[in-house]
């Protein structure tokens, strides 16, 4: 069978040194973007009042960065074909960096949406270009260190952002979370402008249907899981607008593609068993990194009084759980069983979240820090042997696409992991709350605390009873966050049994010798 895939992207790894220069160059790019999309989080506030927002639409600037950076991923491949990876990945970066300067300089809410969408779709590209790079650049035998590698900036740049950027903000302004960005991409782009090494181009016809049909469905759903909370989903005729646009234009995307002559992706890798289910592992990834980052912060600075700065240097044992993994699982990918890997790593997640359950309401760090160890064991377990096992046996010419779908499902992923447990946490504060008041009448007070019928409610009866209603709103709220880690729980474990469906492959990395038999 004819392959257009140019030889030496499989066969000719380059030379150790170049290697390590051009795995720096597009390490540094894939941090750039990771970081971008957590780091802005922490300094919403000041922007709101810097650009004379308010509190609902402030919330552009993180939703028209993650919409424009969800259409422009799937073309990542096409466009990697058309004009090259290496022309691509440098535009990339140099489109990304430019934006970043852009969203610095904004003077007005409508500038900062346009910029951030700008980062957003530039941005879209730099992480499936640079997964791909590394597979081609590293022999078979180098893939899990390499995916190691890769997935150390993926998993540690969301961690990492909310710390910097809440230093740079308290620091300096919230223009210092952009500007950052300034020196990191010029090295970025000269490293790889002079060692990155060239791929050859081929012409493939471009689905422009396809690709409106998902760019259509990718964005009503984004809008959707962004925007539900705020306008009370379903009761919301916006809403309920996304939540069609999404479902009928994913629909005839999926009739489409198996209809079409020359659909978007090419049908071939979604009948491959790894890669189909590393597509659903991936979603399920995102939805552990995401949303847990989402509910631990405030839960740390809401509820147990944490500084932003604080709560972020909690959360970072995860990342340092993470590095260690990943170090070992570069190791043993390609040694043994790269499915038991991801199983322990399931599991491990698993038990992380079944310690975070039993959080107290009044406890000391070392709970937090030890389950964020255990969570970023079991993280960096599942993503590196994952990523292997899903590249396995597909043929190189796939590996940009493939990189840019596997990247998509932990976005959305995320994304709907994000929606779930915010609405959840919502919803289950309401019924704790509604339980917790049933049971309180001026009979069970002083069982509860003394004092407070001693002293509080003949003085003060309505003061004492806000300070009751109070205590019963952080109780509910810490009842609800409890529950949301037990659904995550369920959740993860409930992903082991996609395992038996995976084929363990070749050892190494089965995609460079597909090549060599075509």
């Known amino acids: 069978m004819a392959d257009n895939t140019p030889a030496h992207i499989a066969t000719h790894p380059l030379p150790t040194g170049e290697r390590v220069i051009v795995t720096i160059g597009v390490m540094m790019a894939v941090l750039l973007q990771v970081l971008d999309t957590t780091i802005a989080n922490v300094a919403l506030p000041h922007m709101q009042a810097s650009l004379s927002a308010s509190q609902d639409t402030i919330n552009w600037v993180l939703t028209s960065y993650i919409v424009a950076s ?46 951030r969408a700008l980062q957003g779709i530039s941005g879209a590209f730099i992480v499936p270009l640079a997964q791909a790079t590394l597979f081609d650049i590293n022999p078979r035998e180098k893939h ?16 990492l952002g909310p710390v910097l950027g809440g230093w740079l903000t308290d620091n300096y302004n919230w223009r210092w979370v952009f500007l950052v960005n300034l020196p990191v991409g ?9 060692f990155m090494p060239k791929t050859e181009t081929h012409q493939r016809k471009f689905d422009m249907f396809g690709f409106a049909l998902l760019a259509i469905a990718l964005g009503a759903l984004q809008l959707f ?32 593609m198996a209809t079409a002559d020359q659909p978007l992706f090419e049908r071939k890798m979604f009948a491959d068993r790894n890669f189909a289910t590393g597509l659903v592992f991936m979603a399920v990834t995102g939805v552990l990194l995401l949303a847990g980052l989402a509910l631990l912060p405030p839960l740390l600075q809401n509820l147990y009084g944490y500084s932003v700065l604080q709560s972020g240097f909690l ?90 779908l596997l990247n998509l499902s932990r976005n959305i992923g ?97 995609g460079a010798q597909h090549v060599a038999m075509d």
């Not at 990697?80 to 003077?107: H, I």
């Not at 705020?230 to 629909?251: C, K, M, N, T």
């Open 414 to 510: 995320g994304s709907i992991g994000i929606s779930v447990v915010s609405t959840q946490l919502v919803r289950m504060t309401q019924v704790s709350h509604a339980d917790l008041a049933a049971n309180i009448t001026q009979q069970t007070i002083p069982t509860a605390d003394p004092t407070i019928l001693q002293t509080a409610i003949p003085v003060a009866g309505p003061a004492a009873l806000a300070y009751i209603n109070m205590m019963i709103n952080k109780q509910a709220l810490f009842i609800a966050y409890l529950d949301d880690f037990k659904l995550m729980m369920i959740v993860t474990l409930s992903v082991l049994p996609l395992l038996l469906f995976m084929k363990r492959g070749n050892q190494g990395g089965g």
């Open 70 to 115: 969800a259409i422009a991923l799937p073309i990542s491949g096409w466009l990697a074909d058309k004009v090259g990876r290496k022309r691509l990945l440098l535009v990339s970066v140099v489109g990304f960096t430019v934006a970043s300067v852009l969203c610095a300089t904004a003077t007005s809410l409508t500038e900062m949406v346009a910029f």
């Open 225 to 256: 899981l962004d925007r539900g909370e705020q306008q009370d989903w379903l009761s919301s005729w916006e809403i309920r607008l996304e939540l069609g646009f999404a479902i009928g234009a994913a629909w005839m995307f999926v009739v489409h």
């Open 144 to 159: 899990g260190q390499a995916m190691a590698l890769f997935g150390g900036g993926v998993m540690i740049g969301p961690i």
């Open 186 to 194: 010029i090295i970025c782009a000269l490293l790889m402008l002079r």
């Open 315 to 404: 959360t970072a044992p995860r990342g340092v759980g993470t590095l260690i993994s990943m170090l070992l699982a570069g190791r043993l990918t390609g040694k043994i069983d790269s499915r038991l890997l991801v199983g322990i790593g399931v599991v491990l997640m698993g038990v992380s979240l079944y310690m975070m359950t039993g959080f107290a309401i009044e406890q000391p760090s070392r709970p937090v820090i030890m389950s964020g160890v255990v969570q970023g064991l079991g993280l960096g377990l599942i993503f590196v042997p994952l990523q292997s096992l899903a590249f396995e046996t597909l043929l190189p010419r796939m590996r940009t696409t493939a990189a840019a």
